[in-house]
């Protein structure tokens, strides 16, 4: 009965959370909608002025950041979600690796077992040791699951262990980069969603900007999706226009001039490089898409983008299910996918390469399961991003 009873509070949580994600996103109208998008616009007001405050003593130098002693690279974004900025991570990650850096990044996790708020009060009162940073993984290996680690983390993780990179999780990024200069004696860390995380000093701000739903409806959270007001595009030293299918729009140029008269704008495609089965991690061509009668679920921000990925490859969507973004399935998720698709009689079941890092061993059906791996490529002139990368190697002198 108690097990019943927090399913049916989870999926009444879930109904109204997704309802408000809805109002945000402007896909819900009505006088529901109406009246809680007005609600969520008081709140947002509220939020902006404790934003721009917090933002004003940093700037003033009332409240410090901290230089780590070694190069330091931001990437993040103004809006939640949905910007493609973990495959940007990975593409940079990758090539300073293969340039002789040593490269470690650092996350805040999502729902891991980082040390929370709570532990550190806790631990300051009673004059605790603090606990190492999450090391998911050495460089060598990858030490940690998802659960433990966050979707995000993991998934970087498993990519980046054959280049040497270094994945740490702690939501004091000034401690987790300490600790990795000390234990793994790093020389380049990168910052993992780190424009808003102003306690630790970075040399280089890279800002992704989504070429499709730039800065949503204007207003900061929770009636939009900004986190900051659109005048910080001018803290970027780099927009990178992400998910486009050629030059960035000349209203979104103007706009971030606006802005940031210096920044470099690098535009980017995030664009479908194959199928991956889960269970023994086989590579499949995307072609095997074409007329097949598909089962696609997502627990990510923008579900819209994935499901027009499957559609352009020839796939029929025959079932479909979308969750909250970073959602933790459980078994009743999982048993509600498989027969949706064994009823609409489905060939195949697709997902994301974030959402497949989190179903471990639990979910394996009795038809195919794949997840679609995305590659970043730069497009136009490739300079744009040689530069960041030769900047970040060698030195500001490099850039030109």
Same mark, same amino acid.
């Given at each position: ?207 992704? %900007?989504?070429? *499709?739903?730039? !800065?949503?409806?204007?207003?900061? $959270?929770?009636?939009?999706? @900004?986190?900051?007001? =659109? ?125 497949? %890092?989190?179903? *471990?061993?639990? !979910?394996?059906?009795?038809?195919? $399961?794949?997840?679609?791996? @995305?590659?970043?490529? =730069? ?22």
């Amino acid at each position: 009965m108690a097990a019943k009873q927090r399913g049916l509070f989870s999926a009444i949580g879930e109904s109204i959370a997704t309802y408000a994600i809805d109002v945000v996103y402007e896909r819900k109208t009505g006088m529901g909608a109406m009246l809680l998008g007005a609600f969520l616009f008081i709140l947002s007001c509220i939020f902006n002025l404790l934003v721009r405050l917090r933002l004003w003593l940093y700037r003033n130098r009332l409240f410090r950041d901290t230089p780590l002693g070694c190069k330091v690279v931001v990437v993040g974004n103004l809006t939640v979600g949905g910007t493609g900025k973990t495959p940007i991570v990975m593409k940079m990650a990758q090539i300073l690796a293969r340039r002789g850096r040593k490269v470690a990044i650092l996350s805040r996790g999502y729902k891991g077992s980082s040390d929370s708020l709570l532990k550190s009060f806790w631990r300051w009162l009673t004059q605790g040791s603090r606990p190492d940073p999450l090391v998911v993984s050495d460089g060598k290996s990858v030490l940690t699951g998802p659960d433990e680690a966050g979707d995000e983390p993991y998934m970087l993780a498993s990519n980046l262990v054959n280049d040497g990179v270094v994945v740490i999780v702690d939501r004091d990024r000034v401690e987790g980069g300490r600790f990795a200069l000390r234990r793994f004696g790093v020389d380049t860390i990168l910052l993992d969603d780190g424009l808003q995380y102003l306690p630790l000093r970075g040399q280089i701000n890279l800002l992704l %900007v989504d070429s *499709q739903n730039p !800065f949503g409806n204007g207003c900061l $959270l929770p009636r939009g999706i @900004l986190r900051e007001p =659109i005048s910080s595009l001018k803290r970027a030293t780099y927009v990178f226009v992400t998910k486009t299918t050629g030059a960035p729009s000349q209203p979104l140029v103007e706009l971030i001039r606006q802005h940031n008269k210096k920044a470099e704008i690098i535009a980017c495609a995030h664009r479908a490089k194959e199928l991956i089965e889960v269970e023994s991690h086989r590579s499949i061509p995307l072609s095997a898409l074409a007329g097949k009668r598909i089962a696609a679920f997502s627990g990510i921000a923008t579900p819209e983008r994935f499901e027009e990925t499957l559609k352009a490859e020839g796939a029929k969507i025959v079932s479909n299910r979308r969750f909250l973004d970073h959602h933790a399935f459980n078994d009743q998720d999982l048993d509600e996918v498989l027969d949706s698709a064994l009823r609409a009689k489905a060939e195949m079941i697709v997902t994301t390469e974030k959402d497949a %890092v989190r179903l *471990q061993s639990r !979910f394996r059906p009795p038809i195919p $399961l794949v997840y679609v791996r @995305l590659e970043v490529e =730069i497009l136009g002139d490739s300079d744009g991003f040689n530069s960041a990368v030769e900047r970040i190697c060698l030195g500001a002198s490099a850039s030109r």
